[in-house]
């Protein structure tokens, strides 16, 4: 089939968008009509040819949400009409690692996915016969994608799928990563630096555990206001003195929890000293750049500090993405105030700069 989909051509360059071809779905795979999307940094990341792993030409987008379309042979799990939240981090539910309680990193198409391809280490996405690459398994700036079934996860009918689509990456990252990967004990003080996307769902997460005091850390006033509306309980403004003022607001032990969600190796600093000595535990959400070293004092470490990181929230997405939509929808997280913009996809570029120039949490494209 012809569709229209955002692709990125050159590094550095704005996305085209553009009619593609998209090939049938094969075993296992899935064709889904999307309705939404949410621009995330680790799409223009790509598009700005930071990231060295990326390629092109790829469609990229990875926070989308629609219907099933189409199923192709031996899909189990998924039926047309089904309605889907896409995910860049599948749940096989068969290999060592979806097997076990402790990770959620499945590894069943890695490899391939890695390389911009389906599981059978071929594309879907096509132009004049040229296959074009599909970028984190999901290529969702575009009316449609072709994707594995377990790379989907079956969310309520009722789900409003403009809102839903950021549970795709952004705000399950940082709901998991206190619900999860940390695993935040109710009556806990907690901490949570860059009130983005991640920060925002991270402090939310607390919230939801029953975390007794969360300080929201940021340096943009208006991105603290979101967070008091997510359950932050003090606000402050991000700086060198911070590890001190949380220090100076716990007798001077430090936080339970703290959560970095800025991808800054200095701020994963200050995550680190000012958990609490003894038992503080350190989650690290945000992706630093290519290169860059987290400096530790192992003194920090000795004296019961721990240290974890997170990706997607340690969320296994079958079965949890519909569990945190549910709790959505049942009043218990304000998704509303994320999305600061709503736009076509030829506006997808301007989607970027909005995102460069930090204008509101997440702009939503609609197909
Ligand atoms: N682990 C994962 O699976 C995963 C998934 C999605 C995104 N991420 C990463 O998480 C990070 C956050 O993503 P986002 O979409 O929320 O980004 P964002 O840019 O919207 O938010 C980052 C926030 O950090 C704040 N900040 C900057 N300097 C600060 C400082 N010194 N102290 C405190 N706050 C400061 C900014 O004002 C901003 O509000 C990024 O690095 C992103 O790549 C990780
Ligand atoms: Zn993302
Ligand atoms: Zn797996």
Redesign the pocket.
């Given at each position: 089939m012809r569709m229209r989909a955002a692709v990125l051509e050159e590094f550095g360059k704005p996305l085209v968008v553009q009619e593609v071809d998209l090939a049938e779905p094969r075993a296992g795979e899935v064709l889904v009509r999307l309705e939404a999307c949410g621009v995330?940094?680790?799409d223009l990341?790509t598009a700005s040819g930071a990231d060295p792993s990326g390629y092109a030409p790829a469609v990229l987008g990875h926070e989308g949400a629609g219907v099933v379309e189409a199923i192709g042979p031996d899909v189990g799990d998924l039926a047309v009409g089904d309605h889907v939240v896409t995910l860049f981090?599948p749940q096989c539910r068969e290999c060592e690692h979806c097997r076990s309680d402790r990770t959620n990193l499945c590894l069943a198409i890695r490899e391939q996915q890695n390389l911009g391809y389906l599981p059978d280490g071929t594309a879907r996405l096509s132009r004049g016969g040229e296959p074009i690459r599909h970028f984190m398994g999901t290529s969702t700036f575009a009316e449609y994608t072709v994707m594995p079934q377990i790379a989907l996860a079956k969310v309520s009918p009722e789900a409003d799928l403009s809102r839903a689509c950021l549970f795709a990456?952004?705000l399950s990252?940082?709901l998991g990563?206190a619900i999860n990967t940390a695993k935040v004990q109710a009556g806990s003080f907690c901490v949570v630096?860059?009130?983005?996307?991640?920060?925002?769902?991270a402090v939310a997460g607390c919230r939801l555990q029953g975390a007794e005091r969360i300080v929201c850390?940021?340096?943009?006033e208006e991105?603290l206001e979101l967070a008091k509306g997510q359950g932050a309980t003090d606000l402050l403004l991000?700086?060198e003195d911070?590890v001190q003022r949380i220090l100076d607001m716990t007798r001077g032990f430090g936080a339970d929890y703290t959560f970095e969600?800025?991808?800054?190796v200095?701020?994963m600093r200050?995550a680190v000293e000012s958990a609490r000595m003894g038992w503080g535990l350190c989650t690290?959400?945000?992706?630093?750049g290519k290169g860059e070293t987290l400096d530790v004092v192992p003194r920090y470490l000795i004296t019961g500090r721990r240290v974890c990181?997170?990706?997607?929230?340690g969320v296994k997405g079958r079965d949890q993405v519909p569990v945190l939509v549910e709790r959505w929808l049942a009043g218990d997280i304000d998704v509303e105030p994320f999305v600061s913009h709503t736009m076509g996809l030829d506006q997808v570029n301007d989607a970027f700069d909005l995102?460069e120039r930090?204008d509101g949490?997440?702009s939503v494209l609609r197909f």
């Open positions: 995330c940094h680790t990341y981090s990456c952004g990252t940082g990563a630096f860059g009130a983005g996307m991640v920060g925002l769902g850390v940021d340096m943009s991105r991000g700086g911070v969600a800025t991808g800054l200095s701020v200050q690290i959400a945000g992706v630093a990181g997170s990706s997607f929230g995102m930090q949490i997440r």
